[in-house]
């Protein structure tokens, strides 16, 4: 319990950091939140527990065919904040894009030999 419950410390404090520092820097926010942090902890968390190489290669394979349908999300937001959507909605219309191509991908990687 103990373990688990210093990943999601550790986990927590990432996400608070970028929250914090794009409060004064927006453009370094941005570049700390798109570092692969949350992916690389996943892996030393997932390493940690299983020690599985395959599964482990599986693991950053899927992360990284499944980093490409969510970056339309941080195009869309931006556009439609500057053209007055509001926030909210904003957010809402970028994650449908993105669980839209998240299932495009499923339906589509596996025709291309992708295992996802």
């Given at each position: 319990m103990t373990y688990l419950i210093l990943k999601a410390l550790l986990s927590g404090v990432l996400i608070a950091a970028v929250s914090e520092v794009s409060k004064r820097f927006p453009g370094l926010g941005g570049l700390i939140a798109s570092l692969p942090l949350v992916s690389v902890l996943g892996m030393i968390w997932l390493w940690r527990d299983t020690a599985d190489p395959?599964?482990?290669?599986?693991?950053?394979?899927?992360?990284?065919?499944?980093?490409?349908?969510?970056?339309?999300?941080?195009?869309?937001?931006?556009?439609?904040?500057?053209?007055?959507?509001?926030?909210?909605?904003?957010?809402?219309?970028?994650?449908?894009?993105?669980?839209?191509?998240?299932?495009?991908?499923?339906?589509?990687?596996?025709?291309?030999?992708?295992?996802?």
């Amino acid at each position: 319990m103990t373990y688990l419950i210093l990943k999601a410390l550790l986990s927590g404090v990432l996400i608070a950091a970028v929250s914090e520092v794009s409060k004064r820097f927006p453009g370094l926010g941005g570049l700390i939140a798109s570092l692969p942090l949350v992916s690389v902890l996943g892996m030393i968390w997932l390493w940690r527990d299983t020690a599985d190489p395959a599964r482990l290669a599986d693991h950053a394979t899927g992360t990284f065919w499944f980093v490409l349908p969510s970056l339309p999300m941080f195009l869309l937001i931006p556009i439609l904040l500057k053209r007055g959507v509001a926030f909210w909605p904003a957010l809402a219309a970028g994650c449908a894009l993105t669980m839209l191509l998240y299932l495009a991908m499923v339906w589509i990687g596996p025709r291309f030999g992708l295992r996802l």
